[in-house]
């Protein structure tokens, strides 16, 4: 490469690396590690963070929540145990499981076991339910939540990129559920099994196509078995988070914090979901009070789906000065 084309494209690499620097300190400086950005209109809609079931309302309930160590799973294991379930957690880092159960376990006075299961390998979720099946015997309340994700343009993926996530969210929430499926089947014990996707699963979306599509497949697997198993006692059904900050999804969707701005922007409640928040609609979904839920697709999104669906949306950003000369012009057209 010529000196002059080495040293223009140097300092096209630096002047990138520059820009996601300053971004992400901007970012820093607005928020903090952890503060929570929110639209004005995000005062109409202030999250509740207590459990809202009455309390015992899982007494006597085994739960298995996969990915229960951290992020949205962690936040479901903490209320299902506050309201008296008896909690499961798997994923493949054993020592992050066990903080987490015994984070758990010393506030609720309820005991959290921590199980070590890769649900992409079959063999391993088998004996992870007999794990558990020695532990506390089969669960009443499955919750298929975990998952693997990174941005990333389709032309860069790997073979093993998409195999990885596809193994992940797909293929280990088949094995998972078909596992405990059967053998529920099989000791004549019915129980709720809850899939938590996303809403750009109905919808697809670029940059995340490994997992739009294992999350689809999700959605088919959860609304077909609800129709088939209905008669040996389990429900089905799904929840679609819109974005709820855990550090698992954001340092691998917007690891520069750039994007948040963007999806606040178009969130109609002007602010993203929290973890007690979902965690409440999914034990409210695996309650007995839902027990006439079965097949459901619950989107969760604070309207984000709807408002990227809408062809017009955008003119919120409209005044209302703005509107007086638009009207006047529509109203000035005579036929067609
Ligand atoms: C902002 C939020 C808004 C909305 C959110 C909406 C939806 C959110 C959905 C989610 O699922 S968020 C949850 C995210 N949480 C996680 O992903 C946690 C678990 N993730 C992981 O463990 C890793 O990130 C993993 C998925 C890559 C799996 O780790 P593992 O160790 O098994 O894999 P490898 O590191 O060996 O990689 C396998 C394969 O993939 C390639 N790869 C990895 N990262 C990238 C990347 N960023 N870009 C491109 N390719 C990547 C890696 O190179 C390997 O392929 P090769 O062997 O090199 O071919
Ligand atoms: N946060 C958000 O904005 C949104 C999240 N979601 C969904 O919510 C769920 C939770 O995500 P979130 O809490 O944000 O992210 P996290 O990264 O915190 O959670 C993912 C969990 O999956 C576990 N996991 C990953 N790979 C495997 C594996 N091979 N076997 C077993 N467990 C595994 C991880 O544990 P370990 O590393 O120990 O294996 C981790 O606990 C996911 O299904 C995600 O797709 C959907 C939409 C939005």
Known sequence: ????????????????????????????????????????????????????????????????????????????????????????????????????AEEISSQTGNKVHAVQCDVRDPQAVSQCVDQIEALTGLPDVIINNAAGNFVCPSERLSPNAWKTITDIVLNGTAFVTLELGKRLIQNQKGASFLAITTIYAESGSGFVVPSASAKAGVEALYKSLAAEWGRYG??????????????????????????????????????????????????????????????????????EYVSLAGEFNELRSVTPDQWKLLEAMIRKTKGS
Not at 47 to 65: C, H, V
Not at 67 to 96: E, F, H, N, P, Y
């Open 234 to 303: 389990h429900r089905f059904n799904i929840i679609q988070p819109g974005p709820i900050r855990t550090k698992g999804a954001f340092s691998r969707l917007d690891p520069t914090g750039a994007f948040e701005k963007a999806m606040i922007d178009r969130i109609p409640t002007g602010r993203l979901g929290t973890p007690a928040e979902i965690a409440n609609l999914a034990a409210y979904v695996s309650s007995n009070y839902a027990s006439w839920m079965s097949g459901a697709v619950i989107r969760f999104d604070g309207g």
């Open 1 to 100: 490469m010529p000196d002059t084309r080495k040293r223009s494209s140097i300092w096209l690499q630096f002047k990138d690396f520059f820009f996601v620097l300053v971004l992400s300190l901007s970012q820093f400086r607005l928020h903090g590690s952890t503060g929570l950005r929110s639209g004005s209109q995000a005062n109409f809609f202030p999250p509740l963070e207590d459990a809202m079931l009455p309390s015992g309302s899982f007494n006597n309930r085994m739960a298995l929540i996969t990915g229960g160590g951290t992020g949205l799973g962690r936040a479901m294991t903490a209320t299902l145990s506050q309201l008296g379930a008896q909690c499961i957690i798997a994923s493949r880092k054993l020592d992050v499981l066990q903080r987490t």
